[in-house]
């Protein structure tokens, strides 16, 4: 019992921390463009990242049956695996890369189960069709979408740009500004509903995760009847998880990222609102998308390209590719070093005794 204390502790610190670390993917534009205040901006998000974090759990279910097999999962392999994404979030966060904090929990979670097995890379669930005839696994729900969704931004932010380009080209650019000054209120609040519907689901999952584990070794068998909810024989988010790690994160997201933030909205291109409002649009239809289908996505990778295409689109000199690149290294290293460090902290705890 004390050791899911500590792994409610630890998944609570990681949502917050995901909170701050990607709320610059959901207000990184707004700010830039002027458009609110980095104050008003980050309200503006926490709001709609806590409504977005209750909207499902299709991410939960995925982050938490979908990956690994869950017989070898214990209290310790998930303290492992939420530690290891936390030491990485923290490292990328201070460095001021926007690197993906889903990715991290992913690759953690992974190396912490491996470990658990002894090193057996059966357990790792690569691509399996369930009873409704769906795709899961690491495959379909986290490599594939790895790569295609910041492609998606790109090209798709690219485009939608290009298009709002040739439909405004006859519209004064003060009147242009002023007209997606308003609707840019709109579409980074769809962002941060879209980021708070993925990635708060994450950690929803991986508490849950704990939970059933627990539940199915006898860990809360003799708990008091009070705390009964801990009880889950079914794996089904609860109530008390989603609503905890909704307001987690928009307390997170209220905290403010201002590192992330300047390399978002200021380093990588300069923004204009009609700029913000494509960027933001495009990656939370993108996010959306994949939150209804379960895929756990990269918010950070999906925003990221979908400024790059439309820095692209007015000039592909528009977007100081230096920067960029020191980001996409970010993202090739967070499974791998996340994996390797979930696997070195559960080694370490069943060399210390803990299984």
Request: with cysteine.
């Amino acid at each position: 019992m004390i050791f899911f204390l500590f792994v409610l502790l630890a998944a609570f610190v990681f949502e917050y921390i995901n909170g701050f670390h990607d709320s610059a993917n959901a207000i990184a534009t707004v700010v830039s463009t002027k458009v609110l205040s980095p104050r008003q901006a980050i309200v503006w998000a926490a709001f709609w990242n806590l409504l977005g974090a209750l909207a499902g759990t299709a991410v939960a279910t995925t982050i938490g049956q979908g990956l690994v097999d869950t017989s070898v999962v214990t209290m310790p392999t998930v303290l492992a695996a939420l530690l290891a994404a936390i030491i990485w979030n923290l490292f990328t966060w201070w460095l001021g890369l926007p690197s993906s904090s889903s990715h991290a929990l992913v690759g953690g979670l992974c190396g912490a189960a491996l470990a658990s097995a002894d090193g057996r890379w059966t357990v790792l669930k690569w691509s399996l069709v369930d009873a409704k005839g769906a795709h899961n696994g690491l495959w379909p729900k986290i490599v594939l979408p790895m790569v295609s969704s910041p492609i998606l931004g790109f090209i798709i932010g690219a485009l939608l740009m290009f298009l709002l380009t040739i439909i405004l080209r006859k519209v004064a650019p003060r009147l242009v500004s002023l007209i997606f000054g308003k609707a840019q209120l709109l579409s980074a609040g769809f962002m941060g509903y879209s980021h708070g519907s993925n990635d708060a689901q994450k950690t929803m999952g991986i508490i849950t995760l704990a939970l059933f584990t627990g539940t199915q070794a006898g860990v809360f068998a003799h708990v008091p009847g009070w705390l009964s909810f801990l009880r889950i024989p079914e794996f089904i988010v609860p109530r008390w998880v989603m609503v905890a790690c909704a307001l987690t994160m928009a307390a997170g997201t209220a905290g403010g990222g201002w590192r992330i933030i300047r390399t978002m909205g200021h380093k990588m291109v300069k923004l204009q609102p009609v700029h913000g409002f494509a960027a933001e649009t495009t990656a939370a239809l993108i996010i959306h998308g994949a939150s209804t289908i379960g895929v756990p996505l990269s918010t950070t990778h999906v925003i990221s390209t979908s400024i790059m295409g439309v820095g692209a689109s007015k000039r592909f000199s528009a977007v100081k590719w230096g920067i960029v690149e020191r980001i996409v290294w970010a993202w090739v290293l967070t499974l791998p070093v996340t994996g390797l460090l979930g696997y070195g902290l559960m080694h370490l705890a069943r060399l210390a005794g803990m299984h």
